[in-house]
């Protein structure tokens, strides 16, 4: 299993479940990214940085940060997917044991 810091993206509920099980797992938190937070202008959320919307990833070499996918997901909606597929596209890691995506 990677070491890797892991940015956490989106900042609702299910980024919550999956920030604890991050945290309980023993895995680095280095920020979260979400676009709610980076307007109202939060430095912090739930103890860790708030790096900005999801274009602050950019500033991470992908081969030294691992995403995890913290936006959930309601029936019919693809927002979840094409978050997961926009950043797999770029070789950024989001590990399949945390990441589950329908297709």
């Given at each position: ?81 094409r978050l997961h597929l926009a950043f797999r596209n770029k070789a950024i890691a989001l590990p399949p044991w945390y990441i589950?995506?329908?297709?």
């Open positions: 299993m990677s070491q890797r810091p892991v940015i956490l993206l989106g900042a609702g509920g299910h980024a919550k479940v999956v920030m604890d099980l991050l945290m309980g797992s023993g895995r680095k938190v280095i920020g979260v990214c979400d676009p709610n937070l980076a307007r109202q202008g939060t430095g912090v959320w739930r103890g860790v940085a708030t790096l900005g919307d999801d274009s602050a990833i950019h500033q991470y070499a992908p081969e030294l940060v691992e995403l995890a996918n913290g936006m959930g997901s309601l029936p019919g909606s693809q927002s979840r997917k589950r995506v329908r297709c």
